[in-house]
């Protein structure tokens, strides 16, 4: 793939993730019957809930991944005393 193409494509992603974070935000502050944030501060939050969200899923991807490598080890050990 292309580094421009790839770019472009995670800039759209980028976007497309704050805008749907804003939108869960105004509707989350509607329901709780807050006052909404001026444009750039709901911006802000979320770009922050969009950083602490890739963060975790990062890390408890790392740990599933882990785990998985573990079980999968332990198979492999568990099956040669087997054979």
């Not at 974070?21 to 911006?43: A, C, F, M, V």
């Not at 802000?44 to 079980?71: C, F, P, V, Y």
């Amino acid at each position: 793939m292309d580094d421009d193409l790839k770019k472009n494509l995670k800039a759209l992603t980028e976007k497309t993730e704050i805008r749907l974070t804003e939108s869960l935000l105004k509707w989350k502050y509607k329901k709780e019957g807050k006052e909404i944030p001026e444009d750039q501060n709901l911006k802000d939050q979320s770009r922050l809930i969009m950083e602490q969200a890739h963060k975790t899923i990062s890390k408890r991807g790392k740990n599933i991944w882990n785990e998985l490598k573990k079980a999968y080890g332990k198979k492999e050990t568990k099956e040669e005393p087997g054979d």
